[in-house]
């Protein structure tokens, strides 16, 4: 009955080890699903780029056709021209702000993951965490029915002492056994769960 204690301890440690992991599980999760995100938006701001500028050039080049007087019309044709020739040089530089970074660029491997991250590989994030969680709730458990083999026990120890002190009732002995069975049993059944 004396290892009591040390159980509790082992047990709070372990419940202590499991929060920690769980928050810094959440962290993961949260960041991931964030950074990821934003990449994600800032790749679908530079595809929306990219078509606002293909349109924007046919809109001026069927504004021309349509525009009454030579002037004006011959001003939508020459910005018409320059949106065109400007499409082949704004998809590359698109294309190369919204790659993801790389560690050979100089990022380091935790950011690149994060912002990497895909739907599939936040929910293995959250899987992670959440047995995290059930690994706290369950050393925690463990702890706490150690705690009541300790009051068994000590109970227990209280009414054989009382027992072995002078004459006592068979009631004392049998509750002084009862109880210290109880320890033992209870301690045992925290490590069975």
Do not use: C
Not at 36 to 62: M, N
Request: net charge positive; no cysteine.
């Amino acid at each position: 009955m004396t290892a009591l204690p040390a159980g509790i301890l082992v047990a709070g440690n372990q419940e202590q080890r499991a929060h920690a992991m769980a928050t810094q599980g959440a962290a993961k999760v949260s960041t991931a699903i964030t950074a990821s995100s934003l990449l994600q938006t800032f790749r679908a701001d530079g595809e929306r780029t990219l078509v606002t500028a293909e349109l924007r050039a046919t809109a001026r080049e069927l504004s021309a056709l349509d525009t009454p007087g030579t002037g004006e019309a011959a001003r939508q044709t020459t910005l018409a021209r320059a949106d065109q020739s400007a499409l082949p040089r704004l998809r590359p530089t698109v294309e190369t702000m919204t790659n993801a970074p790389a560690t050979a660029s100089g990022v380091d491997a935790r950011t690149v993951q994060a912002v990497t991250a895909t739907p599939a590989q936040w929910e293995a994030l959250r899987l992670a965490q959440n047995q995290a969680v059930d690994r706290a709730e369950t050393t925690g458990q463990r702890g706490d029915i150690l705690q009541a083999a300790v009051l068994f026990a000590s109970l227990g120890s209280t009414l054989a002492l009382l027992s072995l002190a002078g004459p006592a009732p068979v009631l004392v002995r049998r509750g002084a056994a009862a109880l210290l069975a109880s320890a033992a049993i209870t301690a045992a059944g925290a490590y069975l769960f």
